[in-house]
């Protein structure tokens, strides 16, 4: 019922949640990560790719023991900043999962409101 008809608008959403998603992870990476190979801020100048209401986008694998406060040998690291958990959760869960709520929320309302009327 409610899929059919806004796909194309969860879509933007998803489309619109990943560039900001992105685009603060760039900043974080040219500011904190810049003298590295380069390999990071490639992957976040990319846009995410949505179809059929999944997001890709593609990272290094090593962006995740970017978000560790300790490195391989216990020590804590000289440069650290959260750039994937912490973003990724924020914008991706917290996000989307608020304005999903408040138009769903608002749509089945309205639908279970007319369902109401016509009887």
Not at 3 to 21: A, F, R, S, W
Not at 105 to 116: I, N, T
Request: charged share 20%; net charge positive.
């Amino acid at each position: 019922m409610l899929t059919e008809n806004y796909t194309h608008i969860l879509n933007g959403l998803l489309m619109e949640q990943g560039q900001q998603l992105l685009a603060t992870q760039k900043m974080i990476g040219t500011v904190y990560y810049i003298n590295r190979t380069g390999t990071l801020l490639d992957s976040l100048g990319q846009k995410p790719t949505v179809t059929n209401l999944k997001m890709t986008i593609r990272y290094p694998l090593y962006i995740r023991f970017l978000d560790m406060k300790k490195g391989t040998g216990g020590k804590k690291k000289k440069y650290y900043e959260p750039i994937y958990n912490k973003y990724v959760y924020g914008y991706l869960y917290g996000g989307i999962y608020r304005r999903l709520k408040a138009a769903l929320g608002g749509e089945v309302r309205r639908y279970v409101v007319s369902q109401l009327n016509t009887e």
